[in-house]
Nanobody, 130 residues
Framework: QVQLVESGGGSVQAGGSLRLSCAAS??????????MGWFRQAPGKEREGVAA????????YYADSVKGRFTISQDNAKNTLDLQMNSLKPEDTAIYYC?????????????????????WGKGTQVTVSS
């Protein structure tokens, strides 16, 4: 099994920055995962994809709403996944989740919550005030 634990959430004013981190552990992690991503869910809304990274070639995906403001990065040596969030807006307020999975090709370089994401963290709250 793979365990994912998020950290780094908090409260910040609009225009500020936060850095989220996801620590991955568990037997077979290195061989069973080829994509990791960040998702978020605001109250009353569906969970949406924010960013993802395909470990095969480092390709990344960003939702249009965060392009140019958020950066996803992966440290394979440390088994961590980070999300640097700059120029935060009140509409970025949500619970942010880390997810991991495996699939064919660059499956995660696309929008949507794909079924291939089998492993999920419990989430970390991000609150942006105006």
């Amino acid at each position: 099994q793979v365990q994912l634990v998020e950290s780094g959430g908090g409260s910040v004013q609009a225009g500020g920055s936060l850095r989220l981190s996801c620590a991955a552990s568990g037997y077979g992690y290195t061989y069973s995962i080829n994509c990791m991503g960040w998702f978020r869910q605001a109250p009353g809304k569906e969970r949406e994809g924010v960013a993802a990274i395909y470990s095969g070639d480092g390709s990344t995906y960003y939702a249009d709403s965060v392009k140019g403001r958020f950066t996803i990065s992966q440290d394979n040596a440390k088994n961590t996944l980070d999300l640097q969030m700059n120029s935060l807006k009140p509409e970025d307020t949500a619970i942010y989740y880390c997810a991991a999975g495996t699939g064919s090709g660059r499956w995660c370089i696309s929008p949507g919550v794909r079924a291939e994401y089998k492993y999920w963290g419990k989430g970390t709250q991000v609150t942006v005030s105006s």
